[in-house]
Each structure stands twice: as C-alpha cells, then as structure tokens.
C-alpha cells in the first residue's frame, strides 16, 4: 500500500478537473429552467386559448405544426444558423 501526502490526495484527478465547473452549471441551469417553465406554464393556463384558437381547429394545427417539423427535419441538414464549410 503506498502513502499519499495530503497534498497529493487533495490534487485532482485529469476527469474530475475538467468537469469540475460544469457540474454547478449544469445543476444551477437545470434549477432555472425549471422556475421559467413554471412561470410559462402559469402564463399558459391563464391565457384565453378557445378566443385565439377554436377547439375545432386545435388539433389540425398541432398536426400541421408536426408534419411541417417533419419535413423541414428531411429537407435540412446540419444544425440551424450555421454554415457547413464554406462562406456564403
């Protein structure tokens, strides 16, 4: 069994070193998020949603938001707002 100075116990490792910040970020992100969709969501459930869009018409607009999402997803390649390469 070898013995470690404190010092060298206390030093961290290549893995841990570099996710040493992320990890806070991530948490701390995740926990904003979660406050603005509750925010949202509140928003949401108090907006006159049958005045803008009739229950009747509800469902065809969500199948078309879905279909047009699914073409656009074959038509494009890459992710949105960059170019592949080469200046345009």
């Known amino acids: 069994m070898t013995n470690k100075s404190n010092a060298e116990l206390s030093k961290p490792s ?3 070193h570099v996710l040493a910040g992320w990890k806070t970020f991530i948490f701390n ?3 904003a998020l979660a406050v603005i969709a509750v925010q949202v969501l509140q928003y949401l459930g108090q907006f006159p949603w049958p005045e803008v869009l ?3 018409e509800a469902g065809w607009v969500a199948l078309t938001l879905g279909v047009i999402n699914i073409i656009l ?3 494009t390649i890459g992710p949105a707002g960059w170019v592949s390469g080469e200046n345009k």
């Open 29 to 31: 992100g995740l926990v």
């Open 14 to 16: 290549g893995k841990t």
């Open 54 to 56: 009739p229950t009747e």
């Open 73 to 75: 997803r074959h038509i």
